[in-house]
């Protein structure tokens, strides 16, 4: 069946790159300071009326990386920033509403980079490393160059584990409740889905739990059974679903001193 893919509408700008209702300001466009560190990059961004970018769909992203073709360019730092494995925020203070951190990407640093080559996933990197940057702003401002006031950024609280909830979309963390502090009595099922086309990748990240007192299950989307442990599997495991959507039950009969079990999700 034939179909119609309807881009978002653009506002009227000089700026060069125009997508959805803002400008995007490259940083390998500005001959004078290519590569910068986290603060002295955001301070570039202000001076432009503009902040490090911020992401809130596939299609951005896809946005983003057809800006770097060509360019050689296989990285690029974005606005993120995360004070824990599970507290990443934007710091332009907009939602954290869309994520596509990979899962594998470590707990190397505080800042994110954008690996636009790719597959457009983000990692954490070291706030302290030079790296090329994109800018972004609403169309229509007029910028002088005045530096914007600094914003002062408050940390997101911590991610829920996602126990009984509604159903996870896309990507995104689940863990045991109460992780990482104690193992507590529970029965949770965590339904996971994407859009049709994509499937979902977990990614466990730890596991530390007794064998006597806990079950995990990992479904498929027609109720197979892709995986069960117990107990402290190494290395951690991962499992992929045949379609669009992944369930995960865990059920605990201990609190005893054991942190539990923690995981990523991601949608490709």
Sequence with gaps: MAYVCEIPTTRSDTCAHNFNGYCYLLSHENATSPTLPFSAALDSCHQNCADLVSIHSKREISYIQSLYTGSNISTTMIGALTTSPLTPYWIDQSRWDYNHVSPRS??????????????????????????????????????????????????????????????????????????PTSFVYSYC????????????????????????????????????????????????????????????????????????????????
């Design 106 to 179: 470590g707990s190397s640093g505080s800042c994110f980079q954008m690996a636009v080559s790719t597959d457009g996933t983000w990692y954490q990197v070291d706030c302290k490393t030079s790296q090329y940057f994109v800018c972004k702003r609403p169309n229509g401002i007029t910028c002088n160059n005045t530096p914007a006031p600094p914003v002062i950024v408050t940390p997101a609280p911590t991610n829920p584990s996602g126990c009984n909830s509604t159903t996870l979309f896309d990507s995104g963390y689940i863990t045991s409740p109460n992780y």
């Design 189 to 268: 099922v965590y339904k996971i889905s994407t859009l049709g086309p994509y499937r979902i990748g977990l990614y466990f990240s730890d596991i530390y739990t007794y064998d006597s007192y806990t079950s995990v299950q990992v479904l498929d989307s027609d109720g197979k059974v892709l995986g069960t442990f117990r107990q402290a599997v190494s290395p951690f495991p991962y499992y992929y679903s045949s379609s669009n959507i992944l369930t995960v039950i865990s059920v605990s009969t201990t609190n005893q001193g054991y942190r539990g079990w923690a995981a990523k999700f991601l949608s490709f």
